[in-house]
């Protein structure tokens, strides 16, 4: 990545409890949706500095149900309709959360590619936008960090660049586990997912530097959650916290029931 000086910053609104979670669906209120495309903006002016023949990048949080997954999955179906090929990637294999956002099965998926005993081409699922795939995180696991670190990774990160020009990966929150940190090395960089009113000025910088001191690379943080109604009018509060914007919106909230192969 050049310029790794540079780091881009956004935010993602704060959607009503009632809402879709994805931009495929009907009635996804048209104002998020303009945010979503602000967002695509600003990575693709950041991403084309990059000569990568297959532009990857990973998506973190300082904590669970910061938003990561949704986002991620959201600013996917904005690039895939553009008319680009599109891979998501679920990489959090110890909680899987893309395919019940999808509605389809967990296995098998990146887990079963990295130990051997499924194909790529048999693990990825054609979704509803034209030009977007899906690979679920497969079997969940216990301990996958071995398998982020291994040959079969780059190797399938490799894989992907004939035919995805961009590839989304959603990684485990890095202030829990290192897998965001070693994905973020593997690819471009890590976009660095912080939940408005929620997440701690020191927490997200702990997330930063674990980021960076495990040789990765933040290229961008999108602060989630936003009351655009209050936009404009954030002020930092003296409790610590980063905005004082109302969070609604997390990973948690509103998820589809899980199904009998959620692993």
Avoid at 73 to 82: H, K, Q, R
Avoid at 87 to 114: N, Q, T, W, Y
Wanted: net charge positive; proline share 6%.
């Amino acid at each position: 990545m050049e310029n790794k000086n540079s780091v881009w910053v956004s935010r993602s609104p704060r959607i009503p409890v009632s809402r879709p979670l994805l931009l495929t669906e009907e009635s996804f209120p048209s104002v998020v949706r303009e945010s979503y495309n602000s967002i695509r903006t600003n990575l693709l002016s950041l991403l084309s500095d990059t000569k990568n023949e297959s532009k990857q990048i990973c998506f973190t949080s300082p904590a669970p149900a910061d938003g990561k997954t949704l986002n991620c999955a959201n600013i996917a179906i904005t690039f895939a309709e553009m008319g680009a090929n599109v891979l998501l990637v679920d990489a959090d294999m110890r909680k899987p959360r893309l395919h019940r956002i999808f509605r389809v099965s967990s296995e098998p998926g990146l887990s079963e590619c990295l130990i051997g005993s499924c194909a790529f081409d048999k693990a990825i699922l054609p979704c509803k936008e034209k030009g977007l795939y899906l690979l679920p995180a497969g079997k969940a696991l216990a301990n996958p960090t071995d398998l982020i670190l291994s040959d079969r990774f780059d190797a399938l990160l490799e894989s992907f660049a004939p035919r995805f020009e961009y590839v989304f990966i959603d990684a485990p929150p890095v202030g829990l586990f290192t897998d965001a940190a070693i994905i973020s090395r593997k690819t471009l960089g890590a976009v660095l997912v912080c939940k408005s009113g929620s997440t701690r000025i020191d927490s997200a910088h702990k997330a930063k530097d674990a980021i960076t001191q495990g040789g990765g690379h933040v290229i961008g943080a999108l602060l989630n959650g936003v009351d655009l109604g209050k936009y404009g009018r954030a002020k930092k509060r003296k409790s610590g916290y980063a905005y004082d914007y109302e969070a609604v919106f997390s990973d948690e909230e509103k998820m589809p029931p899980s199904d009998k192969n959620d692993g």
